[in-house]
């Protein structure tokens, strides 16, 4: 797509939900941006559900170590490589602002760890399969840092929980499945791209090379296998080292929003941050910009074989 192309493709904006905590002079601020262009060239939305660094004070107050939580946590500047590849593509974008150490949006909703909720009430619950990624310290919000240990000074109140879950969870998903239903009603099918980054993956006995890539579907259940497929060759070709479901396989996004029966098919795509951070994994590089011309052509390639499925073997345009 040229320059002239995307400058001259009418765009809507959008800012949704909103962050608790947020008081006084700082105002209320939007859990997340969707930027889409009014008649997308490609079936695709891509999704940076761990790109929020807009933190209330009273949220780094009750963090032990600040810094290091928010560093850890964050999916490090991949919204600046979401944001370069969405302009060069055309493809719908749904930010978060919303940070994950508030609330993290690829978990479910009832994918807490009841211990560190203030005054709750239901001990029953606590131990069920739904929260079984909150006793491990990452939960719908994060409780524990491998190495680091608790991230809270106190428990987080009951009304606080729901009040994120309302401002921030419950928007966000909404607007990522209404445009994914737009999308599909326009083309016939829509591919959602999750788009995270993953601290560099140790060199293992079943890993000899680290991925520089990890592709997930939930094990075929998120994405029909010709996509996935063509996505893992594409990136593999270029001579990238690529993992497919390991040691990530998808969360609560692609277990939500992939939907191949109805259409919609979500991949998830882990990068890892040496390929575009400073060797502190803190600040962008020159790097970004070879990775995000990459990844477009990546998202370019697979938003054409999504049209020509849902086109039966031919390539569908959008009308300009």
């Given amino acids: 797509m040229t320059t002239a192309e995307r400058e001259s493709r009418p765009v809507r904006h959008e800012a949704g939900g909103f962050i608790p905590g947020h008081t006084g002079s700082e105002g209320e601020r939007p859990a997340y941006s969707l930027r889409a262009p009014l008649s997308p060239p490609l079936p695709v939305l891509i999704t940076v559900p761990h790109a929020g660094r807009d933190y209330p004070s009273p949220l780094l107050a009750a963090m032990r170590d600040p810094d290091y939580a928010c560093l850890r946590l964050e999916d490090r500047l991949i919204d600046e490589v979401a944001a370069l590849v969405a302009e060069e593509t055309g493809a719908v974008l749904i930010m978060a602002h919303?940070?994950?150490a508030m609330l993290d949006l690829n978990r479910a909703r009832d994918d807490v760890d009841w211990d560190m909720i203030e005054g709750h009430r239901s001990p029953r619950v606590?131990?069920?399969?739904?929260?079984?990624r909150a006793r491990s310290g990452l939960g719908l919000v994060p409780r524990r840092l491998p190495g680091h240990g608790e991230i809270w000074r106190r428990q987080l109140p009951a009304a606080e929980l729901e009040s994120r879950i309302e401002g921030i969870h419950r928007p966000y998903h909404a607007a990522t499945a209404r445009e994914l239903a737009r999308i599909r009603d326009q083309w016939g099918a829509a591919l959602l791209i999750d788009l995270h980054s993953m601290p560099p993956l140790r060199r293992t006995r079943e890993l000899p090379d680290p991925p520089a890539f990890v592709l997930g579907d939930r094990f075929g259940t998120s994405c029909v296998s010709a996509l996935a497929s063509h996505g893992y060759r594409f990136l593999e070709a270029r001579g990238h080292s690529?993992?497919?479901?390991?040691?990530?396989?998808?969360?609560?996004?692609?277990?939500?929003?992939?939907?191949?029966?109805?259409?919609?098919h979500a991949l998830q795509l882990e990068v890892c941050r040496s390929s575009y951070l400073d060797a502190r994994l803190e600040r962008s590089t020159a790097r970004i910009k070879p990775l995000a011309r990459l990844l477009a052509a990546w998202v370019r390639e697979l938003g054409i074989e999504t049209a020509r499925m849902a086109a039966g073997g031919t390539i569908q345009l959008a009308a300009e």
């Fill in 242 to 264: 690529v993992a497919h479901n390991r040691p990530y396989a998808g969360g609560y996004v692609l277990e939500t929003h992939g939907a191949p029966k109805r259409g919609i």
């Fill in 98 to 100: 919303a940070p994950r």
């Fill in 126 to 132: 606590r131990h069920s399969m739904a929260n079984r």
